[in-house]
């Protein structure tokens, strides 16, 4: 509305109108945001679910045409792989969900070291895997989403890695800082913020792998900024990715003096 240039009442009650509409207007724009945000999302999530699952009626549908021509062990061996990459994307999501409703998990004192270690030797790799760990790097964090965030990164290592993969831990300047460093390809500098983007896939991968769905980072990356740190990727030394997860460093004297509290070894 226009303020008159009176000086008084009524121009300061106008210019009040004026930028109480403008807030108003900000925060309309902002909620449309989001729900098309929200409907770009449950749309990608949804054409997720449907590869597999596609896959998984037509095996079904034609092993039962014709029974007597079908391996049916092999059916139900590619059944299976398709049932657990629908596990995988659903599980994905289900983190997501939880991440986004800011849902406060229980947290403990950690070997940040001692968890990667524990990751790496869980996980089946393709490529041998080093982990180099500071002795003590004490991190306060949910243990479940830490360890979901590594394994995030060594997977992504792993798949990219031409021979090695080598997982370094460090206590730096207050900060405990993880890198997961590959031989791949790396990540080239235009497209190392998209990376993180949900469902983002870059063309190169998706022909080598056709398994991912682009949940693996954007979820890692949530997790450090919920622990209150931040992932980046950055160039390894000798061309590779590097994934760089900071996370502050863990006052752990004052944990143990905490009669609560136990140092609990990853
Ligand atoms: N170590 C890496 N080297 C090269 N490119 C990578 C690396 N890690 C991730 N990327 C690229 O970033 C994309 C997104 O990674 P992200 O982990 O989010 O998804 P994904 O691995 O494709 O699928 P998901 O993790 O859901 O199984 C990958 O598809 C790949 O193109
Ligand atoms: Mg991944």
Not at 60 to 69: N, Q
Not at 98 to 118: C, I, K, N
Not at 219 to 231: C, F, K, S, V
Request: proline content about 5%.
């Amino acid at each position: 509305m226009p303020v008159p240039d009176t000086g008084d009442e009524i121009a300061g009650l106008a210019t009040t109108v004026n930028a109480t509409l403008d807030r108003l207007e900000g925060a309309v724009e902002r909620l449309e945001g989001t729900v098309a945000q929200q409907r770009r999302f449950t749309s990608d999530a949804s054409h997720e679910l449907r590869t597999p699952l596609t896959g998984l009626r037509t095996r079904l549908e034609l092993a039962l045409d014709d029974p007597a021509d079908t391996d049916l062990l092999r059916t139900l061996r590619d059944a299976l792989r398709d049932a657990d990459r629908l596990h995988q994307i659903v599980d994905d999501l289900l983190a997501l969900a939880r991440l986004d409703a800011g849902v406060e998990p229980d947290r403990t004192l950690l070997d940040l070291g001692a968890l990667a270690r524990a990751e790496s030797r869980r996980r089946q790799a393709r490529v041998p895997v080093v982990v180099d760990a500071d002795p003590d790097v004490p991190v306060l964090g949910n243990r479940l989403q830490l360890a979901r965030a590594v394994v995030n990164l060594l997977a992504n290592a792993d798949r990219h890695a031409s021979g090695k993969v080598l997982v370094t831990v460090r206590a730096r300047g207050g900060k405990a800082v993880l890198t997961v460093t590959d031989d791949g390809p790396g990540v080239p500098p235009g497209e190392r913020d998209r990376i993180f983007d949900r469902f983002t896939r870059l063309d190169a991968a998706r022909s080598r792998d056709a398994g991912g769905s682009g949940l693996g980072l954007p979820i890692a990356r949530e997790i450090a900024n919920r622990h209150g740190g931040t992932l980046v990727v950055e160039d390894a030394p000798d061309g590779g990715a590097a994934f760089v997860l900071t996370l502050p460093l863990a006052d752990q004297t004052a944990h143990e003096q905490d009669a609560g509290r136990r140092w609990a070894r990853a």
